[in-house]
Structure formats: C-alpha cells, structure tokens
C-alpha cells in the first residue's frame, strides 16, 4: 500500500502560479508512473501531468508550456508547478501513482480555485 497525501491548492488570481505537492508514504523507486489528474465540477476525471520513473514525462494539451511536473525519488515527492494560471483550471486535483505490480494508488485531492 501506498498513501499519497496533496498540498499546495488554494485560490489564486488568473495569471498566477502555484506548485502542488504529493507526498507518498514510501519509497517511489518502485512506482513506474505518478501523475497528477484533475476533477471539475460536473466533468470527468482528466489526465493533467504524469512522469515515469524513467524521466519521461507527458501533459494535456490544455496545460502544456504552463504546468510543470517532476518527481523527487529521494523525497518520495512528486510536484505539479502550475503557472499562467486560468479560470478553466479551477478543479480538485489528485495525485496517483502506479505501482509496477499494476496497482494504482489515489490521494485525497486538492482544491485549486483561480479566480479574480
């Protein structure tokens, strides 16, 4: 089992910036993938950002050039910089991973509201 807790949302002005973090209970040298979805209100659950542990990364094309996802093997910690922020980015964000062994773990989610 692996229980990843969020931090970092919040309300923040369109144009702004925040960085998300995901802390996971232990290491991640085995997780091949963690990424970071997001939910708005009355849509699905949409892939945001992920990066494998082989450095390879991939965004949606709604937030490519302005998000930045990277992961720190050391600090089991995989961040989500979100700059240039929009109202169209407002929705709970969650943090997952993906265990070699095919398991997929969630975190709680955080709130990220850009409005002025």
């Known amino acids: 089992q692996v229980q990843l807790v969020e931090s970092g949302g919040g309300l923040v002005q369109p144009g702004g910036s925040l960085r998300l973090s995901c802390v996971a209970s232990r290491s991640i040298f085995s997780i091949s993938t963690m990424g970071w979805y997001r939910q708005a209100p009355g849509k699905q659950r949409e892939l945001v950002a992920a990066?494998?542990?082989?450095?390879?990364?991939n965004y949606a094309d709604s937030v490519k050039g302005r998000f930045t996802i990277s992961r720190d093997n050391a600090k089991k910690t995989v961040y989500l910089q979100m700059n240039s922020l929009k109202p169209e980015d407002t929705a709970v964000y969650y943090c997952?991973?993906?265990?070699?062994?095919?398991?997929?773990?969630w975190g709680q989610g955080t709130q990220v509201t850009v409005s002025s």
């Open positions: 990066a494998t542990s082989g450095g390879t990364t």
């Open positions: 997952q991973a993906k265990h070699i062994s095919g398991n997929e773990y």
